[in-house]
Nanobody, 125 residues
Framework: QVHLGESGGGLVQAGGSLTLSCAAP??????MAWFRQAPGKEREIQVA????????RSVDSVKGRFTIYRDNAKNTVYLQMNNLRPEDTAVYYC????????????????????WGPGTQVTVSS
């Protein structure tokens, strides 16, 4: 069982930056990802990282702006978000997928077994 907890959300002006953190005790055996759900929309994956941290993947809309990375010694995954836009406003969730291999990235929501409660990010124009 992995218990996830996000932190770092808040209100920021467009063009600003935020760093989200996801504490994942026992999470070093898991690939991780950040999803988001905007009002009235479905939850969608944004970025993912392999168990060993060596591989990442991002959706096109956040490439060059969002970076996922992890510190396995601290059992923490981070989402660095730069140049934020109003359309980035959403509840952000971290999620964990059991990973047999250290280099695998999981890109489907169904692969993720464990979820945090979410943290609100609001970007004002």
């Amino acid at each position: 069982q992995v218990h996830l907890g996000e932190s770092g959300g808040g209100l920021v002006q467009a063009g600003g930056s935020l760093t989200l953190s996801c504490a994942a005790p026992g999470g070093t055996n898991y690939a991780m990802a950040w999803f988001r759900q905007a009002p009235g929309k479905e939850r969608e994956i944004q970025v993912a990282i392999s168990r060993n941290g060596g591989n990442t993947r991002s959706v096109d809309s956040v490439k060059g702006r969002f970076t996922i990375y992890r510190d396995n010694a601290k059992n923490t995954v981070y989402l660095q978000m730069n140049n934020l836009r109003p359309e980035d406003t959403a509840v952000y969730y971290c999620a964990a997928a059991r990973a047999t291999f250290g280099v695998t990235i999981y890109w489907t929501q169904s692969a993720y077994e464990y979820w945090g409660p979410g943290t609100q990010v609001t970007v004002s124009s």
